[in-house]
């Protein structure tokens, strides 16, 4: 079986996605994430000049948002691995298709899904995900 897709929860910080990743905007055209990394920071506090990237604006920000969020009952993924799609939805959330598991800063697996809207903004309730 191979590796899951992972987006970890950084202590008032970004979401970090591990494994292949593409970052689209809207209307499909592919963000630029730098070749060869394994790894990508997505903004979660709204403050980066470089969205939907994070550029370490939540340090000057303030931005709270634990590393640590409830665990949510979730079956193991059928399939692992393969794409997974993140769009930055137009003055919305990141909107994220495809199989990943999305853990907390010390590892423990908050929740599996196949699709998820995850919070950009900062102010969300109920972080990582959007609460509209």
């Given at each position: 079986m191979s590796e899951p897709i992972v987006i970890r929860c950084r202590e008032n910080g970004p979401l970090v996605v591990h494994g292949?990743?593409?970052v689209v905007d809207h209307q499909g055209n592919e963000f630029a994430v730098p070749p060869g990394k394994d790894?990508?920071?997505l903004c979660r506090c709204g403050q980066s000049k470089n969205k939907?990237?994070?550029d370490n604006s939540h340090r000057g920000a303030g931005f709270a948002a634990t590393g640590e969020p409830a665990t949510v009952e979730s079956e193991p993924l059928e399939a692992r691995?393969?794409?997974l799609?993140?769009?930055p939805l137009k003055d919305g959330p990141l909107e994220v298709v495809?199989?990943?598991e999305i853990v907390s800063g010390t590892g423990r697996t908050v929740n599996r899904v196949e699709t998820t809207r995850l919070c950009r903004c900062g102010g969300s309730a109920t972080k990582?995900?959007?609460d509209g």
């Open positions: 292949a990743v593409k790894s990508v920071a939907p990237f994070c691995g393969g794409a799609v993140i769009t495809g199989p990943l990582p995900f959007c």
